[in-house]
């Protein structure tokens, strides 16, 4: 089998609680449902039965959520939730669910997934793509005809599938596109791995692993890899990153709203910082 390394591990990230701030990480476990703890829960409106998203609910950048304890396969770990105002809650506390809906000014349900469910998830047709024409987006769609939710990925709180990765050649030229004009934080798009490119790379790199796996450190490798349709969250403000619409429409003008790459998980493995990223055929 050939093996070609295009990058190495630079940044990790888990998102305990859907559409909520996460935590940056040295290493990251991922098995066959995605990275070990994350998207372990998630808010429910409670009027509609539609998991919140940010797509829906910009103020949920202003939560953030981190394990305290540590998940594994035997126990699910400790999360804490940071409110707006720097107040704490567990997500197991009993009061999680009033207190947070307090602190959002919206009644939701903290919860954990249905095995069994393709949960909807809502948003906002008209401003879920932050201006750009959803006929421009998706052909032959128009924002009346569009419907107001979406489904998660069966069984989970994943929007499309269970792992999320991005080049750093990508966001340079993303850049470049802008003429320097604002900062593709990698925050902004929300991705579990992020990869430093080898030298020579360049554009959106990521279209050259269309139809190929790809091996992350020793074990761990990706595959049905898939380009990534971004929204209006890349465009959000959270904590000292402003509010910037130039990037959704940057990248639905120079690569029809797609940036990075969705996958599954074909093989299991512990991921760390530095390790190598190889295409394999």
Request: aromatic residues 6%.
């Amino acid at each position: 089998m050939g093996a070609i390394q295009v990058a190495t591990v630079c940044e990790l990230w888990r998102f305990p609680v859907k559409s909520m701030l996460g935590e940056k990480l040295e290493q990251l476990s991922v098995g066959l449902n995605g990275a070990l703890g994350d998207r372990a829960y998630a808010l429910r409106e409670v009027a509609t039965g539609r998991v919140a998203s940010a797509k829906k609910w910009a103020d949920l950048f202003g939560l953030s959520a981190r394990y305290t304890s540590e998940p594994s396969i035997d126990s699910r770990g400790e999360i804490l939730v940071t409110l707006p105002n720097g107040g704490t809650v567990g997500a197991e506390d009993p009061n999680a669910s009033e207190i947070i809906s307090n602190a959002i000014g919206k009644e939701m349900r903290l919860e954990r997934p249905n095995p069994e469910e393709l949960a909807p998830a809502g948003i906002e047709p008209a401003t879920v793509f932050a201006g750009v024409p959803v006929e421009q987006i998706l052909p032959g769609m128009t924002t009346d005809q569009m419907p107001d939710y979406f489904r998660l990925w069966k069984g989970s709180f994943f929007d499309s599938a269970p792992m999320h990765i991005i080049a750093t050649a990508t966001l340079d030229h993303l850049k470049q596109l802008r003429n320097g004009e604002g900062e593709p934080d990698p925050r902004r798009f929300r991705a579990n791995i992020y990869v430093r490119s080898n030298a020579a790379a360049d554009g959106f790199v990521e279209d050259e692993w269309l139809g190929h796996r790809l091996r992350l450190g020793s074990q761990a490798v990706a595959t049905d890899l898939k380009p990534a349709l971004r929204c209006v969250m890349t465009t959000h403000p959270q904590r000292e990153l402003a509010r910037d619409l130039g990037i959704l429409r940057t990248v639905a003008q120079h690569h029809r709203n797609n940036l990075g790459v969705f996958c599954a998980i074909e093989r299991a493995g512990i991921i760390r910082l530095g390790d190598p990223v190889f295409l394999l055929d």
